[in-house]
């Protein structure tokens, strides 16, 4: 059985020798067998991971193989891979066939990744601990009573189980970092248009980012050369030049850093991840870098100003699934007013009809200016104070999320306590900042603890640089 560490260290023993695509192939797929209780995986790829197997093991023998050879990566079950299921884990999309390929699926099959399958998340991206799914809650490998956060658990947990070596998640208010913080895994959200976001279901668009969840931020700086850069179909994708993020890691570099006063004092945070936290800043301090606290008073508006512009746009970017295009329809309807009504509330659950009502009331003619047009002003505040205080310091630190793990059913009745588990992680979307969640600690409940840093736009070289050093 061959045990994965890193990317760097699996393409010597594919050139060696010591181990093969197709092998590794077959691996993962035995994981996924026999960890199916996890419920990571919502299908397996296995004829298409055989031949892209097959065909690297060739490209490997004649010394043309890519960056990415061999290795094994899963796909949240929200971003589309031409001939293969897709489905935003909802019913509404079910037996739905992709009829292209995302531009970064695109990007890591040309460099000879191997997609294995896609991965279980919350249905449309809409939640933190993987409980919103139409195919079954996600179990987190450390602890199976708890959750692996959300949305992108199952993407977390198949790498923090070792079923697969990397995944691709979205992140539209921390749900590749509150997960990979939930699984002891790295969870790299980068700046807004760095990535294509062509071929994601759109939860809220002017947040969503697709990001890489790994064992190492050598793994994610990897991957980030791949699929990040300018595409012509996705308008907001920038031309900013793609670094060779993988050779800036060895940098020794000093950094100023900022902590945010009010999220390491804030009442609701475990008193282990406020200590755990407070060690790591001393060890930076240690190492040469400044960290000072500064004060961010906006946090209680966080993820109020977050909820009520990403329902907005879920409520308008889910209105094309409607029982006629394609998915799911259904048998109870008998005219066209019955279909639309009928297939939305039988086909969506329970959390994705609550933010597409909240969407809705938001935008509506009495309450738009109220609500929405509040919202984004406010927004404008945050992303203001954001890059002020990144003016005079190099990162934000914060705990990656307010506690670890929590059990199931747990926060599930209480919509509002659900969402606060966002509240440190969803101002890197709100400003559209880059954002990494990396290991730091455990705590006495066994569990793992994460640690969150946010840069300036498109520092994504230095994020990654301080990243390895605190995640080594």
């Given amino acids: 059985m061959y045990s994965f560490s890193n990317i760097t260290t699996l393409h010597a023993d594919l050139k060696a020798g010591k181990v093969t695509c197709a092998t590794l192939v077959e691996q993962a797929i035995a994981a996924i067998a026999e960890k199916k209780h996890l419920n ?22 004649y010394g043309t193989a890519g960056k990415l050879a061999g290795v094994i990566i899963g796909l949240k079950d929200n971003i589309c891979y031409k ?18 390929s995302a531009t ?48 992108s ?5 198949a790498v923090a189980a070792g079923i697969c070596h990397v995944s691709l998640g979205s992140d539209t208010g921390g749900s590749i970092r509150q997960p990979a913080s939930f699984t002891g895994t790295v969870g790299f959200k980068p700046t807004y248009g760095r990535v294509s976001r062509y071929g994601l279901i759109a939860y809220a668009s002017s947040f969503d980012q697709i990001g890489p969840i790994t064992k190492t931020v050598d793994d994610a700086a990897i991957i980030l050369e791949v699929i990040g850069g300018l595409d012509k179909n996705d308008n907001t994708s920038s031309s900013q030049k793609v670094e060779e993020y993988s050779k800036t890691l060895l940098q020794d570099k000093k950094y100023k850093i900022a902590y945010l006063k009010e999220c390491v004092e804030a009442e609701g945070l475990d008193p282990e991840v406020k200590v755990a936290v ?26 109020p100003t977050y909820y009520v512009l990403t329902t907005a746009e879920a409520s308008s970017n889910l ?16 005219d066209l007013e019955s279909t639309y009504k009928k297939s939305r509330s039988e086909g969506f659950g329970k959390e994705v009809k609550r933010r597409i009502m909240l969407g809705t009331f938001v935008l509506s003619a009495g309450y738009y200016d109220a609500y929405y047009s509040k919202g984004q002003k406010v927004r404008r505040i945050i992303h203001e104070k954001t890059n002020a205080i990144l003016k005079d310091f190099d990162f934000i630190l914060t705990p990656s999320t307010p506690g670890t793990a929590f059990e199931f059913g747990k926060n599930s009745a209480d ?16 400003a559209g900042i880059p954002a990494i969640s990396v290991p730091c600690g455990n705590h006495s409940n066994g569990l793992p603890i994460g640690l969150q840093l946010m840069a300036g736009y498109f520092e994504e070289s230095k994020l990654l640089n301080l990243a390895s050093k605190i995640a080594k």
């Fill in 40 to 61: 990571a995986f919502l299908e397996v790829f296995e004829a298409s991971a055989k031949e892209s197997a097959k065909r690297t093991d060739e490209k490997i023998k």
């Fill in 83 to 100: 001939g293969h299921k897709v489905s935003a884990s909802s019913k509404i999309l079910e037996g739905f066939e992709s009829l292209y």
């Fill in 104 to 151: 970064v699926v695109e990007r890591l099959l040309a460099e000879d990744a191997i997609i294995i399958g896609r991965t279980n998340c919350d249905e449309f991206a809409m939640g933190s601990s993987n409980e919103n799914s139409a195919f079954g809650n996600v179990l987190n490998p450390i602890n199976e009573k708890c959750v692996p956060g959300g949305s």
């Fill in 153 to 157: 658990g199952g993407a977390a947990v």
């Fill in 278 to 303: 407070l060690k790591q800043m001393e060890w930076l301090k240690g190492q040469g870098h400044s960290v000072e606290a500064v004060s961010f008073p906006y946090l209680e508006y966080l993820v």
């Fill in 319 to 334: 209105s094309r699934f409607d029982g006629i295009h394609y998915g799911y329809r259904s048998k109870n309807a008998t």
């Fill in 415 to 430: 919509p509002i306590k659900m969402y606060l588990e966002d509240i440190f992680t969803v101002q890197a979307n709100i």
